[in-house]
């Protein structure tokens, strides 16, 4: 039956010519040696995506501290915390409504949309006067910023099959790096008057607004992403009944007629009907969801800890870094954790495969996490060699992690659903981040107040509890829990 179906097809040569998926087919099939220019777009894309993300990290201490919404220094952490996780809570309110628009409307417009929110809620962030409007702002940013699952559907559809691996390791990439250069660029620029009082002047707007510098700097980032973003083909296949085709249309991309329809044709009748619901019973897609969700919130609980406790005093166990000593180590890591991804990741995924490769890093980062309290008894040279190093291999490990569970998502469901899985993924993924920064936040004032427990004191208590969520990620990879498609 199949095979009749596809010579008819063959002899009718049906391309739908206004279908933008068909056009992306035919590409594909006409596509010699490494796609150099689609890894770009989704490079930038989701690079900029993300570096308003954690890019408040390095001041935020600072930032929450000038509010003067703290009533003691120990308190800061707190109030930190709450900034933190308002993006992540709009972003999960959303993401699957986000996810639905992109299978319904296309990926392009949602990946617009979310370019367009950083540009305007971001600039307005660096521009808060007090801790409601940063609030406000960040939450704001999440709602309408709904890019990463349609841009992980994206990744998997716009490869050749021998390239979907790399196209996905690009966003986790991209991402990851994002997170950090991020942060990075908000510690070399926050509070650029009192660091260059020469070039900056305190009356100026820069010195007014000491955290505009790098809002701005990432804004127009995004904006120059948007415009490159109109020469972004759309995956979507839309196909209309009522469409023609010339002579001459037929001729030429033949090839694309053959694989949108025969794709079409092999389509069970369920899956025209799939729901939200039949999500949900798609238990290796659950399954590496939640494996997802439990390393997401260690990883941006860790993001929020790491950089209020470098930042804080060293009498309360911090490093008493400043905001460019924080943004500093951050560059360092994200520069090693680009070459490590385009070079080292693929070959690991290859010998091990992708739960081992994400499990192997799990059980590397307990050890890793645990000597954090240790490193910050040392000073001088020592200091910033180890943790300039313990901050590279971290962020190596959980990008890893991340690489291989985008993969199982996406390996999960087909084509007509990857928007609305990926949509469910960020919702969930969110909602564990919103608790991240928040609980994070408060564990690590918390342990600022009991440097003289005699159980796991001051920040020792705060790293152990970030080791157990990081096991608990790590036994859940294995069977019977995850489950692979």
């Not at 990883?299 to 309360?316: C, G, K, V």
Request: aromatic share 12%; with cysteine.
């Amino acid at each position: 039956m199949a095979e009749e179906n596809t010579e008819r097809l063959l002899k009718k040569k049906v391309y739908y010519e206004n279908c933008p998926g068909c056009k992306v087919e035919l590409y594909k099939e006409s596509q010699r040696g490494l796609p150099f220019r689609d890894l770009f777009f989704i490079w930038i894309i989701v690079l900029s995506n993300a570096l308003p993300i954690s890019s408040l990290f390095p001041f935020l201490y600072f930032m929450i501290r000038d509010f003067n919404i703290a009533k003691r220094q120990e308190d800061i952490s707190f109030y930190g915390g709450f900034v933190g996780s308002s993006f992540m809570l709009g972003r999960a309110l959303t993401a699957v409504y986000w996810g639905i628009i992109a299978d319904r409307y296309g990926r392009k417009p949602v990946i617009i949309i979310g370019t367009i929110s950083v540009v305007i809620f971001n600039t307005l962030f660096g521009l808060s006067v007090n801790f409601w409007m940063a609030i406000v702002t960040r939450f704001l940013l999440g709602s309408l910023n709904g890019l990463l699952g349609p841009i992980k559907a994206y990744a998997s559809e716009v490869f050749r099959d021998e390239y979907q691996a790399l196209g996905v390791s690009t966003v986790s990439t991209a991402w990851g790096i994002g997170l950090i250069v991020g942060p990075a660029i908000g510690g070399y620029l926050a509070q650029p008057a009192e660091k260059h009082p020469n070039i900056f002047s305190k009356n100026s707007l820069f010195g007014r607004f000491p955290y505009f510098l790098p809002c701005l700097c990432i804004s127009l980032i995004a904006m120059g992403v948007t415009i490159v973003t109109i020469w972004l083909p759309e995956t979507l296949h839309k196909h209309n009944e009522n469409s023609g085709s010339t002579a001459d249309s037929e001729e030429v991309l033949q090839t694309a007629s053959y694989v949108s329809d025969t794709n079409k044709t092999n389509q069970k009748p369920e899956a025209e009907k799939t729901s939200k619901k039949s999500l949900l019973r798609n238990w290796p897609l659950m399954s590496s969801i939640l494996v997802y969700c439990v390393f997401s919130l260690h990883d941006m609980a860790y993001t929020e800890i790491f950089s209020l406790w470098a930042t804080s005093p060293r009498n309360l166990g911090g490093l008493s870094y400043t905001s460019e000593n924080v943004g500093q180590v951050l560059a360092i890591s994200g520069f090693s954790l680009l070459i490590f991804q385009s070079f080292l990741y693929p070959t690991m995924e290859r010998m091990f495969g992708v739960i081992m490769t994400s499990r192997i890093a799990g059980v590397l980062s307990i050890p890793l996490l645990t000597s954090y309290p240790y490193i910050a008894l040392l000073s001088g040279f020592s200091l910033s060699l180890l943790i300039n190093l313990a901050s590279l291999t971290k962020n190596v490990l959980a990008t890893s992690i991340m690489t291989g569970l985008f993969l199982l998502q996406n390996r999960a469901v087909d084509q007509h659903q990857r928007g609305a899985a990926n949509g469910l993924a960020m919702t969930l993924m969110s909602l564990f981040k919103a608790v991240g920064p928040a609980a994070g936040g408060a564990i690590l004032s918390w342990a600022q107040r009991r440097q003289d427990a005699s159980i796991l004191p001051g920040d020792q208590i705060v790293f152990f509890i970030l080791n157990v969520i990081e096991a608990v990620g790590v036994l859940m990879t294995f069977k019977p829990f995850l489950t692979t498609a």
